[in-house]
């Protein structure tokens, strides 16, 4: 299993931005597609967005599009989700996630396809 370690969570007022950072270790970074997911208090964890191993593809839940930016550096074996105009709705605790693909193209949405998880930052949004 890969090791996941995210960064980069925080306290921040409606209307600011945060970038987390998810850095990678134990296997070949670039062989996995990354996902970002989030679970708020008495909610289930939902799929934040996704990015394929290449970079190339991506995707974003209806909530965050237009304000989140899912990215990835192969060479920093680092994924990165930059939140702008966060609201109180994005409180959450978040987590990266990684899901081995033979396909560079490809990522899943959903939680259970993806094997490897790292522990959570937590996002903290004050209106």
């Known amino acids: 299993q890969m090791q996941l370690v995210e960064s980069g969570g925080g306290l921040v007022q409606a209307g600011g931005s945060l970038r987390l950072s998810c850095a990678a270790s134990?296997?070949?970074?670039?062989?996995?597609?990354m996902g970002w997911f989030r679970q708020a208090p008495g909610k289930e964890r939902e799929f934040v967005a996704g990015?394929?191993?290449?970079?190339?593809?991506?995707s974003y839940a209806d909530s965050v599009k237009g304000r989140f930016l899912i990215s990835r550096d192969n060479a920093k074996n680092t994924a990165y989700l930059q939140m702008n105009s966060l609201e109180p709705e994005d409180t959450a605790v978040y987590y990266c996630a990684a899901h081995f693909s033979w396909t560079t193209s490809y990522f899943p949405l959903k939680s259970e396809q993806y094997n490897s998880w790292g522990q959570g930052t937590q996002v903290t949004v004050s209106s």
């Open positions: 134990g296997r070949i970074f670039d062989n996995y597609a």
């Open positions: 990015i394929s191993r290449s970079g190339d593809w991506t």
